[in-house]
């Protein structure tokens, strides 16, 4: 009987294998299936663990859920290429700012998250079961995107805490995901939230997914992902008047860096 379970269970992995081999949606559906699997068991079995060490929601429970996320990498075949970590360096809080193309963002998050970061996530993210109990855990701060009030009232009292618990912020200033190889347009949150407490904005730039990762083409391949953290962009003496050209310049500078590690060095100088 033993002998019966292990032969259909090798034939079944055959033929996924088969399957994966000679179809695209088939290896796309099975390995972000497989993807999300990992997250909703990962953030259950992590979840007592923060618990037991920390005691409840603090920002010290991300060491434990990085040291987790950081070794999914080795099961999609990823590897990471980072530069400018010494840039993370500065003293006091400061927003960072990275550019968002996918589900996959949390691996290169992790993969390069300072101590005392937190992040701003949507609402909807605090109900995906463990995930959401994690993410809670970690000291995300969510935020409805849906109503322009309640968010900027969030991103009043962030400020405060901020440089209350001398934290820094991870924010992804696009506000949804982008896997097109290029930047949406900025929201003005983020930089509205440095220049008002006086921090300093530190752009974080991973270059284009599109090589490995396209939903839209059915593609989820190994693949190498550059990182590079730009040095800080100061905020001092700066006024409310100054955020729509902050924002801009982070933009420009991002743009540009996401082209040159994707490959694509001048587009971003040409079309900005």
């Known amino acids: 009987m033993e002998l019966g379970w292990l032969l259909w269970g090798a034939a079944v992995l055959l033929l996924l294998h088969l399957l994966m081999e000679l179809s695209p949606a088939v290896n796309f559906a099975l390995r972000i299936g497989f993807y999300y699997v990992l997250c909703i068991v990962c953030s259950g079995l992590t979840a007592p663990v923060c618990l037991l060490v920390n005691g409840g929601r603090t920002v010290k429970n991300m060491r434990i859920i990085k040291t987790v996320v950081k070794s999914f990498k080795y099961f999609f075949g990823l590897r990471f290429e980072v530069k400018g970590l010494e840039n993370f360096e500065v003293e006091g809080p400061a927003i960072i700012v990275s550019n968002h193309q996918s589900i996959l963002d949390m691996m290169g998050l992790m993969e390069v ?59 992804y200033p696009e506000g949804t995901r982008n896997c097109t190889g290029d930047l949406l347009p900025f929201k003005k949150g983020a930089f509205h939230l440095a220049v008002q407490a006086q921090v300093p904005v530190i752009p974080v730039v991973y270059s284009s997914f599109t090589t490995f990762y396209n939903p839209k083409k059915n593609l989820f391949t190994s693949g190498k992902i550059k990182v590079e953290v730009l040095p800080p962009i100061e905020t001092k003496g700066l006024t409310s008047d100054d955020v729509s050209d902050l924002t801009d310049r982070c933009y420009n500078i991002m743009r540009e860096t996401l082209f040159r590690l994707s490959g694509r060095p001048g587009e971003g100088k040409d079309s900005s």
């Open 113 to 171: 998250l300072p101590d005392g970061c937190v992040q701003v996530g949507k609402k909807e993210l605090m109900y995906a079961g463990t995930v959401g109990l994690i993410t809670y855990l970690g000291g995300v701060i969510f935020i409805n995107r849906k109503s322009t009030t309640s968010a900027k009232m969030v991103m009043a009292e962030v400020a405060k805490t901020m440089i209350a618990d001398n934290v820094k912020v991870w924010v």
